[in-house]
Protein backbone atom coordinates (compact mmCIF):
# COMPACT_ATOMS: atom_id res chain seq x y z
CA UNK A 1 0.00 0.00 0.00
CA UNK A 2 2.89 1.88 0.50
CA UNK A 3 3.62 2.98 -3.14
CA UNK A 4 -0.32 3.00 -4.03
CA UNK A 5 -1.11 5.78 -6.33
CA UNK A 6 -3.45 7.81 -5.56
CA UNK A 7 -6.20 10.09 -7.54
CA UNK A 8 -7.33 13.95 -6.19
CA UNK A 9 -10.98 14.52 -6.00
CA UNK A 10 -11.26 17.40 -8.25
CA UNK A 11 -14.01 19.88 -7.47
CA UNK A 12 -14.63 20.92 -10.71
CA UNK A 13 -14.84 19.37 -14.41
CA UNK A 14 -12.60 22.15 -15.45
CA UNK A 15 -10.49 22.71 -12.42
CA UNK A 16 -8.03 20.04 -13.99
CA UNK A 17 -7.83 22.01 -17.61
CA UNK A 18 -7.15 24.97 -15.74
CA UNK A 19 -4.55 23.35 -13.32
CA UNK A 20 -2.96 21.59 -16.73
CA UNK A 21 -3.44 25.17 -18.71
CA UNK A 22 -1.53 27.09 -15.70
CA UNK A 23 1.26 24.40 -14.45
CA UNK A 24 1.34 22.16 -17.16
CA UNK A 25 0.26 18.94 -17.53
CA UNK A 26 3.48 17.41 -15.89
CA UNK A 27 2.25 19.24 -13.01
CA UNK A 28 -0.95 17.20 -12.71
CA UNK A 29 1.08 13.71 -12.78
CA UNK A 30 2.74 14.83 -10.35
CA UNK A 31 -0.06 16.07 -8.04
CA UNK A 32 -1.97 13.13 -9.02
CA UNK A 33 -0.59 9.64 -10.23
CA UNK A 34 2.66 9.27 -8.77
CA UNK A 35 3.90 7.44 -5.48
CA UNK A 36 5.17 10.28 -4.33
CA UNK A 37 1.82 12.17 -5.03
CA UNK A 38 0.99 12.91 -1.15
CA UNK A 39 4.64 14.53 -0.48
CA UNK A 40 4.81 16.52 -3.91
CA UNK A 41 1.31 17.94 -3.40
CA UNK A 42 2.57 19.09 0.29
CA UNK A 43 5.50 20.55 -1.19
CA UNK A 44 3.61 22.25 -3.75
CA UNK A 45 1.32 23.81 -1.71
CA UNK A 46 4.19 24.88 0.79
CA UNK A 47 6.17 26.34 -2.79
CA UNK A 48 3.07 28.28 -4.28
CA UNK A 49 2.72 29.75 -0.66
CA UNK A 50 5.75 30.77 0.65
CA UNK A 51 7.63 31.74 -2.81
CA UNK A 52 5.78 34.38 -3.55
CA UNK A 53 5.36 35.89 -0.32
CA UNK A 54 9.08 35.84 0.50
CA UNK A 55 10.27 37.38 -2.79
CA UNK A 56 7.72 40.21 -1.59
CA UNK A 57 9.06 40.62 1.44
CA UNK A 58 12.83 40.62 -0.08
CA UNK A 59 11.70 43.40 -2.21
CA UNK A 60 9.41 45.72 -0.24
CA UNK A 61 11.07 45.10 3.09
CA UNK A 62 14.63 43.91 2.59
CA UNK A 63 13.61 40.80 4.83
CA UNK A 64 14.12 37.33 4.34
CA UNK A 65 13.03 34.59 5.49
CA UNK A 66 15.16 33.41 8.03
CA UNK A 67 14.44 37.16 8.93
CA UNK A 68 10.89 36.64 9.20
CA UNK A 69 11.05 33.19 10.83
CA UNK A 70 12.96 35.13 13.88
CA UNK A 71 10.49 38.10 14.09
CA UNK A 72 7.36 36.10 14.07
CA UNK A 73 8.70 33.43 16.41
CA UNK A 74 10.21 35.82 18.69
CA UNK A 75 6.14 37.82 18.36
CA UNK A 76 4.97 34.83 19.85
CA UNK A 77 7.48 34.34 22.37
CA UNK A 78 10.00 36.45 23.13
CA UNK A 79 13.81 35.86 24.92
CA UNK A 80 13.74 32.81 22.68
CA UNK A 81 17.67 31.73 21.54
CA UNK A 82 18.45 30.96 18.52
CA UNK A 83 18.72 27.26 18.57
CA UNK A 84 15.15 27.23 19.91
CA UNK A 85 14.33 28.81 16.75
CA UNK A 86 15.96 26.36 14.76
CA UNK A 87 14.26 23.56 16.83
CA UNK A 88 10.82 25.24 16.15
CA UNK A 89 11.56 26.02 12.28
CA UNK A 90 13.83 23.44 10.94
CA UNK A 91 15.68 26.40 9.73
CA UNK A 92 19.52 25.66 9.87
CA UNK A 93 21.82 27.13 12.33
CA UNK A 94 23.90 29.20 9.84
CA UNK A 95 20.68 30.97 8.05
CA UNK A 96 19.48 31.51 11.69
CA UNK A 97 22.59 33.20 13.29
CA UNK A 98 22.84 35.32 10.06
CA UNK A 99 19.54 36.42 9.88
CA UNK A 100 20.36 37.30 13.76
CA UNK A 101 23.26 39.76 13.20
CA UNK A 102 21.43 41.34 10.37
CA UNK A 103 18.26 41.68 12.38
CA UNK A 104 20.59 43.07 15.76
CA UNK A 105 22.04 45.68 12.95
CA UNK A 106 18.80 46.71 11.33
CA UNK A 107 17.88 47.44 15.39
CA UNK A 108 14.69 45.15 14.46
CA UNK A 109 15.77 42.71 17.43
CA UNK A 110 17.75 42.85 21.05
CA UNK A 111 20.20 40.58 22.98
CA UNK A 112 20.38 39.86 26.63
CA UNK A 113 22.41 37.73 28.22
CA UNK A 114 20.46 35.24 30.66
CA UNK A 115 21.24 35.98 34.50
CA UNK A 116 20.85 32.30 34.82
CA UNK A 117 23.16 30.94 31.91
CA UNK A 118 25.44 33.94 30.77
CA UNK A 119 26.08 31.59 27.62
CA UNK A 120 22.91 32.13 26.15
CA UNK A 121 21.45 35.47 24.65
CA UNK A 122 17.73 35.78 24.34
CA UNK A 123 16.33 37.53 21.87
CA UNK A 124 13.58 40.03 22.08
CA UNK A 125 11.82 42.14 19.56
CA UNK A 126 12.24 45.79 19.53
CA UNK A 127 9.34 48.77 18.52
CA UNK A 128 10.79 49.05 14.91
CA UNK A 129 10.68 44.97 14.77
CA UNK A 130 7.09 45.28 16.29
CA UNK A 131 5.94 47.67 13.58
CA UNK A 132 7.48 45.52 10.72
CA UNK A 133 5.89 42.62 11.74
CA UNK A 134 2.25 44.64 11.57
CA UNK A 135 2.88 45.34 8.06
CA UNK A 136 4.32 42.44 7.20
CA UNK A 137 1.70 39.39 8.74
CA UNK A 138 -1.33 40.59 6.94
CA UNK A 139 0.57 39.61 3.70
CA UNK A 140 0.81 36.00 5.34
CA UNK A 141 -2.66 35.90 6.50
CA UNK A 142 -3.98 37.27 2.66
CA UNK A 143 -2.12 34.45 1.31
CA UNK A 144 -3.30 31.66 4.25
CA UNK A 145 -6.77 32.73 3.63
CA UNK A 146 -6.76 32.36 -0.69
CA UNK A 147 -5.39 29.51 0.06
CA UNK A 148 -7.65 27.59 2.46
CA UNK A 149 -10.86 29.67 0.43
CA UNK A 150 -11.51 26.30 -1.38
CA UNK A 151 -12.66 24.24 2.07
CA UNK A 152 -15.53 24.69 3.71
CA UNK A 153 -15.09 25.38 7.49
CA UNK A 154 -15.74 21.58 8.14
CA UNK A 155 -13.22 20.61 5.28
CA UNK A 156 -10.57 23.38 7.60
CA UNK A 157 -11.09 22.16 10.28
CA UNK A 158 -10.41 18.44 9.42
CA UNK A 159 -7.74 19.99 7.32
CA UNK A 160 -6.15 21.63 10.59
CA UNK A 161 -6.62 18.12 13.00
CA UNK A 162 -4.99 16.12 9.99
CA UNK A 163 -1.63 18.74 9.65
CA UNK A 164 -1.70 18.66 13.19
CA UNK A 165 -1.80 14.70 13.22
CA UNK A 166 0.88 14.80 11.36
CA UNK A 167 2.95 16.91 12.89
CA UNK A 168 2.27 14.91 15.88
CA UNK A 169 3.61 12.33 14.54
CA UNK A 170 6.98 14.29 13.19
CA UNK A 171 9.52 12.36 16.43
CA UNK A 172 8.87 8.69 14.66
CA UNK A 173 9.86 9.57 10.79
CA UNK A 174 11.99 12.67 11.21
CA UNK A 175 16.02 11.62 11.72
CA UNK A 176 17.88 12.59 14.87
CA UNK A 177 20.01 15.11 12.74
Given at each position: ????????D???????????????A?????L?E??????????F????F??????D????F??????????Y???????????D????????????S???????????????????????K???????????????V??????????????????????DR????????M?S?????
Open positions: MGNAVRKRVAAPDSAQTMRDRFGLTLTMNTPLAAAWSVNLANFVGPLYRLAERDMSRAQFVILSLSRKPGLVARICLATGLPKNSIRAVSELLDRRLIDRAVDADDRRAPLMLTAKGRHLLEQVPLFMARQDAMRAALTDEEKAAFLLSKMIDAPWVGAD
